[in-house]
C-alpha cells in the first residue's frame, strides 16, 4: 500500500511548463516540463501549427521511456524507447497513411535484430537483419 501511495504522490507532482524555443509567430516549438527541483522530466516539441511534432520523458537531461513523434497532420509518426538517452527497445515507423513502415529493434542506440519493411498498402517489401 505504502508503494502505490509513493506513486500516486509523485504522478501529482506539480510540474513548470518552460518554452525553450519559440518560432516568430510567438507559438512555442519546444516546451519542457521541470519539477520543483528545476529537472526537467517531460519534452514536447510542436510544430509551428500548434500540433504536437514530438513528446516523452526526460532523466537527467537525457531521453527514457517511451517518445512519440507525429506527422503535422497529428497522426502518429513512430514510436520507441529510451534508456539514458539511447534508443532500447521495440521501434516502429509509420506511413502518412498509418499502415507500419518500419518495424524493429533498437540495443543501447543501435539497430538490433530483424527489422522488417512494409509498403503503404501494408505489403512486406524487406528484411534486413542487423
Known amino acids: 500500500m505504502a508503494t502505490l501511495i509513493l506513486a500516486m504522490a509523485s504522478c501529482t507532482e506539480k510540474l ?8 516568430e509567430n ?3 516549438s519546444k516546451v ?5 527541483k528545476d529537472e526537467c522530466v517531460r519534452e514536447v516539441e510542436y510544430y509551428e501549427s500548434g500540433l504536437v511534432k514530438m513528446e516523452g520523458a526526460m ?12 506527422f503535422p497532420d497529428g497522426k502518429v509518426q513512430s514510436t ?5 538517452g539511447l534508443r532500447t527497445g521495440k521501434a516502429q515507423v509509420y506511413h502518412e497513411n498509418g499502415n507500419l513502415y518500419m518495424d524493429g529493434y533498437y540495443m543501447e542506440g543501435h539497430k538490433t535484430g530483424e527489422w522488417i519493411f ?3 498498402q501494408g505489403y512486406e517489401t524487406s528484411r534486413t537483419t542487423f
Not at 16 to 23: F, L, N, R, S
Not at 80 to 84: I, S, Y
Open 16 to 23: 513548470t511548463e518552460k518554452a525553450v524555443d519559440v518560432y
Open 59 to 70: 532523466k537527467d537531461g537525457k531521453r527514457t521511456g517511451e517518445w512519440k513523434s507525429y
Open 26 to 28: 510567438g507559438q512555442p
Open 118 to 120: 512494409y509498403d503503404e
Open 32 to 36: 519542457q516540463y521541470v519539477n520543483r
Open 80 to 84: 520507441g524507447f529510451f534508456e539514458n
